[in-house]
């Protein structure tokens, strides 16, 4: 190690440092929106911060939760009974800083909004059925709290739509090797632009 | 032996004669000591929903907020109930506990009184909110003759409105608050220290019975707080400086101070320079109470909502810096606009974080274009509903910390209608089946360290994003459409039926690979496969004699 590679270790500290304090003073985040996956850059810059938003395939969602939780902060997950906590974890989801509530049931609503209303992002099942009237007073009480919603499975005009075209699970061969990655094809509206397709690449290639 | 520190502290007296710092002050002459007084309503909480005839006398009562309590009276104390103890808990220990809620904004509106009463007395009073004040001592101990006769001025000016009072007396603000709380000789721990320690030397005196109060003597506030243990300081700091072996603030007060500041930063040596009696925080009268709403009224009335943001923008600005300046901010916030006819649209907002001037304004112009009011707007009131400090906004840096009030409080609230086992925290354990290797515990208890591994035989990256809790049964046929049994070697399966009862065709699969299982003595062996079906889900699927089951979903 060269005194220039520990100056680059100390330049890379203090720039840590730096932008850490920057995000405690006042920034305006919250106009921008929260980060998506790297492969849905292109078709889907940020989740915009206030609104609902749709996406059929669970392993995205997650990938979604894991970039848009901010760094240190809680982030909650309603009605996935039988999320796969490992796959979370790989997805990038900080697991120890996610609240669960596996089964609403009837208080599906209030948890959403009750999280929506203190926390970043929230991730939930689209319930199996909900009033327009209720979803609409939900998405409201989201928008008012800046909160943002992730739902997986539809809802009535959300920000922004992610429909599952196609899913490639490749590495299986007639008994042979295994799974080791996915390959996503996904359509994503955003609010009424016009709909765009974009591949996500998933799974570890370990 | 703790309950009788008590007493012990009330025979610390210093005596007629002044101490020898304070004559050493008075000759010398070279520097100016303030002297600050804090002085406490005890209960206050309790005090006010008593007045305001929502708790009864006679019985343990106690006010709550967010399924803890805030405050509690005697009695209660007695039987064994504890500020920040859950209700659940306190109601568990004292079964005939009456229980209020807390009305924080009731609570300041009442302290006003308190703060105008001792104002007669003492002028330049600070409320530092819960029952508590903070006044200057110099000039009121030389008008009263002494800082025992101002304190017994000041309890007779409360004496009308029924209330008992705790003082403690000090050089700082800091020091000023503990010795209130050693007056009480209640927070046992502290005087059970302070007293071994005042016994040599320091000598702070105790006034009783007329009014509990603590007065340290001038230039003695570090002898003083040496021996107190450093949770007093609060925050996340205390809790580290417990790790380092450093448990009294006499520990922190003797490290040097560039250390305290390259290791703690600026808060830890603000906490050292607490720990040494050099509080600097002056008492700011008139800062006592944040301004209770933003009040506009609007002559004539206005329409639309872009009027009202303009209107609003800059008074929210100055709204917000005002309680910035304090170190507050706005958790929630209450909105109420009447319209010309009388309409009234009133609603409260939250949101994550704190409410910016910004913020606060986008609340009030939607709540306008959606309140459909049918006449011009004519007054807006704006009440902040729930005020934090700003410091439990910022990212912690020493370490983590667990989820702020409110999210709690979402959190208790569903407990209490889904049961506890209603939410839960996910946390990594070991084994080697799916199921096993995603553990959830209920929030609030304690999650267990996961299992030792290694685990050969569990599932690599990437792993099914769904779970079966219990494994799903499915079949598997091959091409002639008999069942494929789990084995070493298995049969190509070519259909698969789904828990859904769809059939599918398989379009690849992997394994069977051996799965041996142990629970005590018992081994079960399992065949474990993975299936790629053709409608673009990927499965795991777990086999023995009775079967197959889905363990896993790639979705």
Redesign the interface.
């Known amino acids: 190690m060269t005194i220039a590679d520990l100056d680059r270790g100390k330049a890379a500290t203090i720039e840590a440092l730096r932008s850490?304090m920057r995000?405690?003073e006042?920034t305006e985040v919250e106009s921008i929106g929260l980060p998506t996956p790297a492969a849905l850059h292109r078709v889907l810059p940020a989740l915009r911060v206030g609104g609902v938003h749709a996406v059929d395939?669970?392993?995205l969602a997650?990938r979604m939760l894991a970039t848009a939780m901010p760094s240190?902060?809680?982030g909650a997950i309603v009605g996935l009974?039988?999320?796969?906590?490992?796959?979370?974890?790989?997805?990038g989801v900080p697991?120890?800083r996610?609240?669960?509530?596996?089964?609403?049931?009837e208080?599906w609503a209030?948890?959403v909004a009750?999280?929506a209303?203190?926390?970043?992002v929230v991730l939930a099942a689209a319930p199996g059925r909900l009033a327009p009237a209720e979803a609409a007073r939900l998405a409201?009480r989201v928008?008012?709290?800046?909160?943002c919603l992730i739902v997986l499975g539809d809802w009535p005009q959300p920000a922004s739509r992610i429909r599952?075209l196609?899913?490639?699970?490749a590495?299986?061969?007639?008994?042979?090797?295994?799974?080791?990655?996915?390959r996503l094809e996904v359509e994503v509206t955003a609010g009424d632009r016009v709909p765009r397709r974009a591949v996500v690449e998933?799974?570890?290639a370990? | 032996m703790i309950a009788d520190s008590g007493p012990e502290v009330r025979s610390v007296r210093s005596g007629a004669a002044p101490s020898a710092p304070e004559r050493a002050d008075r000759t010398s002459g070279r520097r100016t000591v303030r002297r600050i007084a804090v002085l406490r309503v005890p209960d206050w909480s309790v005090e006010v929903a008593r007045a305001a005839g929502e708790l009864p006398g006679g019985v343990p009562v106690a006010t709550t907020h967010l399924h803890r309590i805030v405050a509690c009276d005697d009695l209660a104390r007695e039987a064994g109930v504890r500020v920040g103890q859950r209700v659940r808990d306190a109601q568990a220990g004292a079964p005939s506990l009456v229980l209020a809620d807390a009305d924080a904004v009731g609570e300041v509106l009442a302290f006003a009184h308190v703060i105008r009463a001792v104002e007669g007395v003492v002028p330049g009073v600070q409320g530092l909110g819960d029952g508590a004040l903070a006044l200057p001592m110099r000039g009121a101990a030389r008008f009263y003759g002494g800082e025992r006769e101002a304190i017994e001025a000041i309890a007779a000016a409360l004496a009308p409105l029924g209330l008992r009072i705790r003082v403690g007396v000090a050089d700082d603000r800091f020091a000023a608050e503990l010795a209130e709380r050693v007056a009480a000789g209640r927070d046992v721990h502290e005087s059970a220290t302070a007293s071994a320690h005042g016994a040599r030397g320091t000598a702070h005196e105790h006034i009783s019975p007329v009014t509990p109060a603590c007065i340290v003597p001038p230039g003695a506030s570090r002898a003083f707080l040496a021996p107190m243990p450093v949770t007093v300081l609060g925050g996340e700091l205390a809790g580290m400086l417990l790790r380092l072996g450093l448990t009294t603030l006499g520990d922190l007060a003797a490290l040097p101070e560039a250390s305290v500041r390259d290791r703690f930063g600026a808060e830890g040596l603000r906490d050292q320079h607490r720990a040494r009696g050099l509080d600097d925080r002056a008492v700011e009268p008139g800062s006592d109470h944040p301004p209770d709403a933003l009040a506009l009224e609007f002559e004539p009335g206005i329409e639309g909502s872009e009027e009202l943001g303009f209107a609003l923008q800059g008074r929210a600005d100055a709204y917000v810096a005002e309680l910035a300046a304090r170190r507050l901010v706005v958790a929630e916030v209450r909105i109420l606009l009447r319209a010309d006819l009388g309409g009234i649209s009133e609603r409260t907002?939250?949101?994550?974080?704190f409410f910016?001037a910004r913020?606060v304004v986008d609340?009030a112009r939607?709540q306008l274009s959606?309140s459909g009011l049918d006449s011009a707007l004519v007054e807006v009131r704006i009440t902040p509903e729930r005020l934090e400090r700003d410091t439990d906004h910022?990212?912690?840096?020493w370490g983590?910390r667990g989820?702020?009030e409110?999210?709690r409080?979402?959190?208790e609230?569903?407990q209490g209608?889904?049961g506890r086992e209603?939410?839960?925290?996910?946390?990594?354990g070991g084994g080697r089946l799916?199921a096993e290797?995603?553990?959830?515990t209920p929030?609030g208890d304690a999650?267990a360290e996961p299992r030792e591994g290694p685990w050969p035989g569990s599932l690599?990256?990437?792993?099914?994003?769904?779970?079966?809790?219990p494994p799903q049964p499915v079949t598997l046929l091959d091409a002639d459409g008999s069942t494929v049994d789990a084995d070493e070697r298995?049969r190509?399966p070519v259909w698969f039926r789904s828990p859904a009862g769809d059939r599918r065709r398989v379009a690849?699969?992997?394994?069977?690979w051996p799965l041996r299982l142990r629970t005590g003595a018992l081994v079960e062996s399992l065949a474990r496969i993975?299936?790629?079906d053709g409608a673009?889900?990927?499965w795991v699927l777990l086999g023995d004699d009775a079967g197959w089951r889905a363990e896993?979903r790639?979705?």
């Open positions: 850490r995000g405690m006042t395939s669970r392993s997650l240190g902060g809680w009974a039988d999320v796969g906590v490992e796959a979370a974890a790989d997805a697991v120890d996610v609240v669960l509530v596996p089964r609403p049931g208080a209030s948890a009750g999280f209303e203190v926390l970043p409201a928008r008012g709290a800046d909160g599952t196609g899913a490639a699970w590495g299986a061969d007639d008994g042979l090797g295994r799974i080791r990655t996915a998933l799974g570890g370990r | 907002w939250r949101k994550p974080g910016r913020d609340r939607w959606e910022m990212p912690g840096l983590g989820v702020d409110r999210t409080g979402v959190i609230r569903l209608v889904l209603g939410v839960v925290v996910a946390s990594l799916l290797r995603g553990v959830l929030w999650i690599p990256e990437p792993r099914p994003s769904t779970v079966f809790r298995i190509p690849a699969w992997a394994g069977p993975q299936v790629v673009g889900d990927a896993g790639y979705d």
